[in-house]
């Protein structure tokens, strides 16, 4: 099984300022089927990114992701107060399909 | 628009069963890969099963092999779970995922149902 160990645990920014969240893989992910998502309390995920570093339908330019092999990131490149919430990656090239733990984007 | 629309869930006693059901609409049901996946209380994501489009492969976590089942029903758009011998540690939300192809990740989630175990 893939172990996904994200980074930071939480992070404290302003809106405004850039975010960058890592992801790292115990192996590497097949085909870089590596995802994003966001997750607000109370809601279901949203999915940002897949494939790596191809956007999701509606999610807007400022959010980017890249990386290949083990180790992945996820930008954004000017905070904005709904991109406030707990963002998870996801690798689904290997069984069973994995998550990290998780990164908390909190306002600082 | 897609909905996934999860139901099912609730208290039960360890060892127990619970069926959940997730009625889909919006989309062509039978034309794609359908998922659970849960979150304990607090806690971070975690793949439970899946099913493909037709029914006839499913894939199970080993920590529900040979309790969990998942079946669908095209004629009706609707997914299930089956929980069988259910454990404390199987207490948390369950979201029902679409999934446009076997090789695709999750693009829509239902909004969860909640299964609690405990005495």
């Known amino acids: 099984e893939i172990v996904l160990t994200q980074s930071p645990g939480t992070l404290s920014l302003s809106p405004g300022e850039r975010a960058t969240l890592s992801c790292r893989a115990s192996?590497?992910?097949?085909?870089?089927?590596l995802a994003w998502y966001q997750q607000k309390p109370g809601q279901a995920p949203r999915l940002l990114i897949y494939?790596?570093?191809s956007r999701a339908t509606g999610i807007p330019d400022r959010l980017s992701g890249s990386g290949s092999g083990t180790d992945f990131t996820l930008t954004i490149s000017r905070l904005e107060p709904e991109d406030f919430a707990v963002y998870y990656c996801?690798?689904?090239?290997?069984?069973?399909?994995?998550f990290g733990q998780g990164t908390n984007v909190e306002i600082k | 628009e897609v909905q996934l629309v999860e139901s099912g869930g609730g208290l039960v006693q360890p060892g127990g069963s619970l069926r959940l059901s997730c009625a889909a609409s919006g989309f062509t049901f039978s034309s794609y890969w359908m998922h659970w996946v849960r979150q304990g209380p607090g806690k971070g994501l975690v793949w439970v099963s899946r099913i493909s489009s037709d029914g006839s492969s499913t894939n199970y976590a080993d920590s529900v092999r040979g309790r969990f089942t998942i079946s669908r029903d095209n004629a009706k758009s609707t997914l299930y779970l089956q929980m069988n011998s259910l454990r404390a540690d199987d207490t948390a939300l369950y979201y029902c995922?679409?999934?446009?192809?076997?090789?695709?990740?999750?693009?829509?989630w239902g909004q969860g149902t909640l299964v609690t175990v405990s005495s």
């Open positions: 192996q590497s992910v097949s085909n870089n089927y």
């Open positions: 494939g790596a570093s």
């Open positions: 996801h690798q689904y090239g290997s069984a069973p399909r994995t």
């Open positions: 995922a679409r999934v446009p192809s076997p090789a695709a990740t999750v693009d829509y």
